[in-house]
């Protein structure tokens, strides 16, 4: 069984920072990627930063300056460091693994339950 568990998030004035997290729990054998998401009320979920091999980023436009994902492969971790929040990043923050489980299996898609980041005006 896999489990993600993200932690961190809370309520913030505009401006202020956060800092998610993400831990990997299970039997897996690699983690190709891991990534966050967001989803917005009545929204499709989108994007907001994935990283590859604990140094390969990629960031929405969006949150381009602003965010920062980091990724701690000896622990299957993965962080992400939101500064400058702004209220439009009000949301539900998801954690994302692509993970493989066994040598002889292909990566699959498991996220975390979510987390509710909520930036005041």
């Known amino acids: 069984q896999v489990q993600l568990a993200e932690s961190g998030g809370g309520l913030v004035q505009a401006g202020g920072s956060l800092r998610l997290s993400c831990a990997v729990s299970g039997s897996i054998f690699r983690i190709n990627a891991m990534g966050w998401y967001r989803q917005f009320p009545g929204k499709q979920r989108e994007l907001v930063a994935t990283?590859?091999?604990?140094?390969?980023?990629n960031y929405a436009d969006s949150v381009k300056g602003r965010f920062t994902i980091t990724r701690d492969n000896g622990k299957n971790t993965v962080y992400l460091q939101m500064n400058r929040l702004k209220p439009e990043d009000t949301a539900v923050y998801y954690c994302n693994g692509k993970i493989v489980r066994d040598w002889n299996s292909g990566a699959y898609d498991y996220w975390g339950p979510g987390t509710q980041v909520t930036v005041s005006s």
């Open positions: 990283i590859i091999s604990g140094s390969i980023a």
